[in-house]
Every structure is written in C-alpha cells, then in structure tokens.
C-alpha cells in the first residue's frame, strides 16, 4: 500500500514524552482533593500516634514510630491503589487517551509515564508524612534517622503495588481493578504461608512444586517491610537493603512490562 | 465495491498524487460479553483520501463513522485490511507526528488551563518551551480563544472545549487533520469560524477528514463525500459532481390569473399569488408561454438542486453500489 510519501519527522525521544506525561499526571494527582484528603488523615494518625504514646505506660518511643510508620504505610498504599486505578481508567472513560495515543505516543510510554508520574506523588506525600512523623520523633528528643530505611522500602512496595494497580486498570473497571491491587498487596505479605503450606504437603505431589511456584510468583512485600526491626532496633544483614530495593523494584518492572503488554494490544471501543 | 473505487479513483483523484490515507479492506467486528454476540463495526471498507482536500465521512448513527477513525489513528486494530497514513501504519509515530485529531465530544484534563492543555501537547511532539508559548498563543488566537489562556478547562463552554481540542489538533501544523464531529455543540458563528479554519488549513495545502452529522456544514466545505451504511462504504464521490449539477425541479411564483394546465403544477396558493413547480426543465419554456398568454406577472423562478440532505436520504434508501457514484 502506498500513501503520501513519509517526510521526515522527528519523533520526540521517549524520555521527552514519559516526562511528559509523568509530569500531567502528577499535575492530576496534586489538584485533585482526594489525595489532601488521605495526606490530612495519614498526618492525623501520625499525630495520634504521640496522643497514644501519652496515656500509654513504657515503650512510647516504640509506640510513636510503630503507629507512624504503619500510618504512612497504609496512607501510601490507599494512595497508590485507588489514585492509581483510577488515573488510567479515567484517561480511557473520558477518552482522553484518544487524543493522546493520536500523538506521537508509544503505548508503552503512556504506560511508564503514568507510572512515573504517580511514583512521584507517592514519593512526595512519603516525604510530607516521613517528615511529620520525624518532627514528632525529633520533639521527644529522639534519633529519627533509623526510620529512614523503613520509609524507602515502604516506597519500593509503593512501586509494586502501583505497578500492579496500572495492570489491572488497564485490564479492568476501576472497581475490581481497585479489588484486585489490594489483592496482590494481601497476598503479598501472606505469601511466606505457602512455604508453610508447602511443609504440609504430601512429598511427590503436585502440591509442593505448585506451592513453590506460586510462591515464587506472587511479590514478597513481606521482605519489604522492615518497620518492626526498626522499631525494635534490630539489626539487619548489611546486604539485606540493597538486595530487598533491588529485587522490590526488579518486581515492579516486570508487571510494569506485563501492564505496558497489555496496553499494547488494548482495544478502545 | 471495487469497482466502484477504481471508478472514483479514475475520475475524482486528484491527477499523479498519492493518497494521505489509504483504506483496504478493513473491517473491524466487536464481540460481546465473553465473545457472546457480535457488532459489524466496519466491513470491507475501501477508500482513498488524497492530499490537499477535504474529505466528509457521512452515515446514520452506527454506520461505523467513528470506529473508522478509530482504525485510522489505531486505537482500534482491524481484523481484517490495512490501514495507510501518510506513507506509514497508525502504530508508526511518525505518522502520528503529522497529524492532528479532534474526538467527538471531546472531555479534556479539567483540572488543565487552556494554555497548559496545549503546552502538555507541544511537549508531546517535542516543542521547545519558548516554540510552545507562541503557539500556544497563535493557535488559541486562530480558534477564537484570544486571551483565555488561563481559562480552567472545567469552566470551558461545550463549545469553548471545541476549540481547545480544535486547538490542540492543529497547533503542531499537522499535515492531516482528522475530526470526528467538529461542528457539534457549536452556534451558527463558532460553526462558521471552524468551517473557516479548515478552509484555511486546506489553502495550506493541509487534508481534513471529517465526519459531521451537520450537512450543511459538509455540504459547504467538502470536496469529496464517503456515505457509511451499516459499516459499509456504500457511495464515495466529489461533492460537486454529486449535487451541484442535478436540478430537482423548478419553482415558479406568479402573481394573476393560473392556466388551466398548470392547475395540478400548483403547489400553493395565496390570494392572487401561486406557485408552481415544474418537475422537468424541459418542461420549463412551455410552462412560461403559457403563463405569459394568460398574463400572469412570473415573480420568480427558482432552480432547486438536491441538497446534500437529498442526496444523504437517497442514498440511504437504494442498495449499496447500485448507482454509480460520480453523475
């Protein structure tokens, strides 16, 4: 087939248009009330974290950063799932991905800008909320710097579970989609039960292979959490951190892979 | 069908040019629920849009207008056929680069200004900051949208929205502009300013595609005209050929005294004013003897050609490539 002979027009590189649209979303992300929402709720916790470690005998120290960290973990979460589901379902229900996939967009690079863009929502309410809770800690005349590491592997989990939300928005309504991230998020920090159910299998069944896979297959959000060592000041080995942000962000990109796969061959009726 | 095609690309092509979009074969079907039941969106379809004109896609609701478009910009892919555009593929960005395109009823980022919907698509094609605030500027001058550059996009009029999208369609000078619905939502004055606009991107050497439901609209602007029906290409010619030289009949309005052999030509009558209608030219000198013998003062007389309206229910009602399409 012949058309028009093609002149040569530059396409923008990819970084040009992931930062592009990267940034629309966190344009989105920040005007919208939802987010303000969970941020005053996530600073509410936070506070009431010290109101608890008031009228609470030994251990406040632990209390304080314990509720804190647990608040800025589900606060982040909450965010991730449904301000996630709901950005892309919204860019296909007001069909403004039409207009856009017009342009010189790559569906992929829709998808990574979305991912992109919300990461950074989610890094900076991270760093408000870090930052109130680490005011608190600071008022008691405390270190609050070991909280640090829990904060950033909290933020890997983040990008796993917003991973996980763009794959099944793309995939589904924003309802199930919603159901089905949190989903993964659950089963993430059960997935070590399957070793246990694995034990109790018969040996040379089917049953503890597919445990294993499974197993191997859901995401270990569980080795991502760390806040009760850091509570407690347990020591961790040294290589534990890298290891865990490496393999939490490794996660991530291959269901970012899987959601940019099924974009990819999504049809917008 | 084929036939048909070759007719029109022998005889309304524009001479040794090379079609901007080229159509083969498509068809595109949307099955049900857990693939229960089917929808013919489009079938067979075959139609070649060549550069400079402006090309009006027409067709009853479902006839598979927009679903055509979806298919020319990919956000749909065929079952079967190709789609060609501007030497590329719809999944070619390249492609996509050179063109520009407006939805129907168009919902864009409410919580955007005008002026940062439109930086947001610069960015997209890869304008420098300062390129995209002058086009920014220019392009909102051009759709009548001087001075609303700060404008939320939530506060915009459907009609105003219709203007940013048209807005953010041509501001990075595409060669090809696809618009589904243009006119929809607009006054008399905002219709006539689009209208305006794609004349002005067709003495730009610029294409426009474009579905309308609004056929005046297509009627004053078009080129050429593709009918849809029930997702089939049921007629495809240039508008001037299709319409302007088929006189449906004529109109005569007199003041006095009727013949007697007009009586059953009369179709109104209004004290001692009459009108009449000649439904052959032929017929035409006789009838104005005759009024003259009588005496009768002829007040006007009125060719009256087929609309594009007339043509659009015409050939809705006759089968599918019965007729051929440049008369």
Same mark, same amino acid.
């Given at each position: 087939?012949?058309?028009?002979?093609?002149?040569?027009?530059?396409?923008?590189?990819?970084?040009?248009?992931?930062?592009?649209?990267?940034l629309?979303?966190?344009?989105?992300a920040?005007?919208?009330?939802?987010?303000?929402?969970?941020?005053?709720?996530?600073?509410?916790?936070?506070?009431a @974290?010290?109101?608890?470690?008031?009228?609470?005998?030994?251990?406040?120290?632990?209390?304080?950063?314990?509720?804190?960290?647990?608040?800025?973990?589900?606060?982040?979460?909450?965010?991730?799932?449904?301000?996630?589901? @709901?950005?892309?379902?919204?860019e296909?229900?007001?069909?403004?991905?039409?207009?856009?996939?017009?342009?010189?967009?790559?569906r992929?690079?829709?998808?990574?800008?979305?991912?992109?863009?919300?990461?950074?929502?989610?890094?900076?309410?991270?760093?408000?909320?870090?930052?109130?809770?680490?005011?608190?800690?600071?008022?008691?005349?405390? @270190?609050?710097?070991?909280?640090?590491?829990?904060?950033?592997?909290?933020?890997?989990?983040?990008?796993?579970?917003t991973?996980?939300?763009l794959?099944?928005? @793309?995939?589904?309504?924003?309802?199930l989609?919603?159901?089905?991230?949190?989903a993964?998020?659950?089963?993430?920090?059960?997935?070590w039960?399957?070793?246990l159910?694995?034990?109790?299998?018969?040996e040379?069944?089917?049953?503890?292979?597919?445990?294993?896979?499974?197993?191997?297959?859901?995401?270990?959000?569980?080795?991502?959490?760390?806040?009760?060592?850091?509570?407690n000041?347990?020591?961790?080995?040294?290589?534990?951190?890298?290891?865990?942000?490496?393999?939490?962000?490794?996660?991530?990109?291959?269901?970012?892979?899987l959601?940019?796969?099924?974009?990819e061959?999504?049809?917008?009726? | 069908?084929?036939?048909?095609?070759?007719?029109?690309?022998?005889?309304?092509?524009?001479?040794?040019?090379?079609?901007?979009i080229?159509?083969?074969?498509?068809?595109?079907v949307?099955?049900? =629920?857990?693939?229960?039941? %089917?929808?013919?969106?489009?079938?067979? /379809?075959?139609?070649?849009?060549?550069?400079?004109?402006i090309?009006?896609?027409?067709?009853?609701?479902?006839?598979?207008?927009t679903?055509?478009?979806?298919?020319?910009?990919?956000?749909?892919?065929?079952?079967?056929? &190709?789609?060609?555009?501007?030497?590329?593929?719809?999944?070619?960005?390249?492609?996509?680069?050179?063109?520009?395109?407006?939805?129907?009823?168009?919902?864009?980022? $409410?919580?955007?200004?005008a *002026?940062e919907?439109?930086?947001?698509?610069?960015?997209? =094609?890869?304008?420098?900051?300062? &390129?995209?605030?002058?086009?920014?500027? %220019?392009?909102?001058?051009?759709?009548?949208?001087?001075?609303?550059?700060?404008?939320?996009l939530?506060k915009?009029?459907?009609?105003?929205?219709?203007?940013?999208?048209?807005?953010?369609?041509?501001?990075h000078?595409?060669?090809?502009?696809?618009l589904?619905e243009?006119?929809?939502g /607009? !006054?008399?004055?905002?219709r006539?300013?689009?209208?305006?606009?794609?004349?002005?991107?067709? &003495?730009?050497?610029?294409?426009?595609?474009?579905?309308? =439901?609004i056929?005046? +609209?297509?009627?004053?602007?078009?080129?050429?005209v593709?009918?849809?029906?029930?997702?089939?290409? =049921?007629?495809?010619?240039?508008?001037?050929?299709?319409?302007?030289?088929?006189v449906?009949?004529?109109?005569?309005?007199?003041?006095g005294?009727?013949?007697?052999?007009?009586?059953?030509?009369?179709?109104?009558?209004? $004290? $001692?004013?009459?009108?009449?209608?000649?439904?052959?030219?032929?017929?035409l000198? +006789?009838?104005?003897a005759?009024?003259?013998?009588?005496?009768? *003062?002829?007040?006007?007389?009125?060719?009256?050609?087929?609309? /594009? &309206? !007339?043509?659009?229910?015409?050939?809705? !009602?006759?089968?599918?490539?019965?007729?051929?399409?440049?008369?």
């Amino acid at each position: 087939m012949t058309t028009h002979a093609a002149t040569v027009v530059a396409v923008p590189p990819s970084r040009t248009v992931i930062v592009a649209i990267a940034l629309n979303t966190f344009r989105e992300a920040i005007r919208d009330r939802v987010l303000y929402l969970l941020l005053v709720f996530a600073m509410l916790l936070i506070g009431a @974290s010290r109101m608890m470690s008031m009228i609470t005998v030994g251990n406040e120290e632990k209390l304080v950063k314990d509720m804190g960290l647990a608040a800025i973990s589900v606060i982040g979460v909450l965010t991730a799932v449904f301000v996630g589901v @709901s950005l892309v379902f919204k860019e296909i229900e007001r069909r403004t991905v039409y207009t856009l996939l017009a342009n010189p967009v790559r569906r992929w690079q829709f998808v990574v800008g979305k991912f992109v863009g919300l990461l950074v929502v989610l890094g900076m309410n991270l760093l408000l909320m870090s930052s109130g809770l680490i005011a608190i800690v600071l008022f008691r005349g405390e @270190s609050p710097w070991m909280l640090l590491p829990a904060v950033l592997m909290i933020f890997v989990e983040l990008s796993i579970v917003t991973a996980f939300a763009l794959l099944f928005s @793309s995939l589904t309504n924003p309802m199930l989609a919603a159901v089905w991230t949190f989903a993964s998020y659950v089963t993430g920090h059960l997935s070590w039960s399957l070793l246990l159910l694995k034990e109790r299998m018969p040996e040379g069944g089917l049953g503890r292979p597919l445990c294993q896979f499974i197993y191997w297959i859901l995401p270990n959000l569980d080795r991502l959490d760390i806040k009760a060592e850091v509570v407690n000041g347990t020591a961790l080995p040294v290589d534990f951190i890298p290891l865990s942000v490496l393999y939490g962000f490794s996660y991530a990109a291959v269901i970012l892979l899987l959601a940019c796969a099924v974009f990819e061959r999504k049809d917008f009726n | 069908m084929v036939t048909m095609l070759e007719m029109e690309a022998k005889t309304s092509a524009p001479a040794g040019s090379t079609p901007v979009i080229e159509l083969r074969g498509l068809s595109k079907v949307f099955r049900g =629920h857990l693939g229960i039941g %089917s929808t013919t969106g489009v079938d067979g /379809l075959d139609l070649s849009v060549y550069r400079g004109e402006i090309f009006g896609l027409l067709g009853p609701n479902g006839a598979g207008k927009t679903t055509t478009l979806k298919l020319m910009l990919g956000l749909l892919r065929p079952d079967r056929g &190709e789609v060609g555009l501007l030497g590329g593929t719809p999944r070619d960005p390249s492609a996509r680069a050179r063109i520009g395109y407006l939805p129907e009823n168009p919902y864009f980022y $409410d919580y955007l200004t005008a *002026e940062e919907f439109l930086d947001f698509y610069g960015r997209l =094609h890869g304008m420098p900051a300062d &390129e995209r605030r002058k086009r920014v500027r %220019s392009t909102l001058k051009r759709v009548g949208l001087a001075g609303r550059e700060d404008t939320p996009l939530r506060k915009c009029s459907k009609g105003m929205t219709q203007r940013v999208g048209l807005a953010q369609a041509i501001q990075h000078d595409p060669e090809l502009v696809i618009l589904d619905e243009p006119m929809s939502g /607009l !006054d008399p004055i905002g219709r006539r300013e689009i209208r305006n606009i794609i004349l002005s991107l067709r &003495e730009a050497g610029k294409t426009v595609f474009f579905s309308s =439901h609004i056929l005046q +609209d297509v009627e004053m602007i078009c080129d050429r005209v593709a009918f849809l029906e029930r997702g089939r290409l =049921h007629s495809v010619g240039q508008l001037s050929k299709m319409i302007s030289e088929t006189v449906r009949w004529v109109e005569v309005s007199i003041r006095g005294a009727l013949p007697e052999a007009l009586m059953d030509s009369c179709v109104n009558q209004d $004290d $001692d004013k009459s009108l009449i209608r000649v439904d052959r030219m032929d017929d035409l000198p +006789d009838v104005l003897a005759s009024l003259q013998e009588t005496g009768a *003062e002829i007040l006007s007389v009125w060719t009256r050609r087929d609309t /594009l &309206e !007339d043509l659009f229910v015409r050939e809705m !009602d006759r089968p599918a490539g019965s007729e051929e399409v440049n008369r």
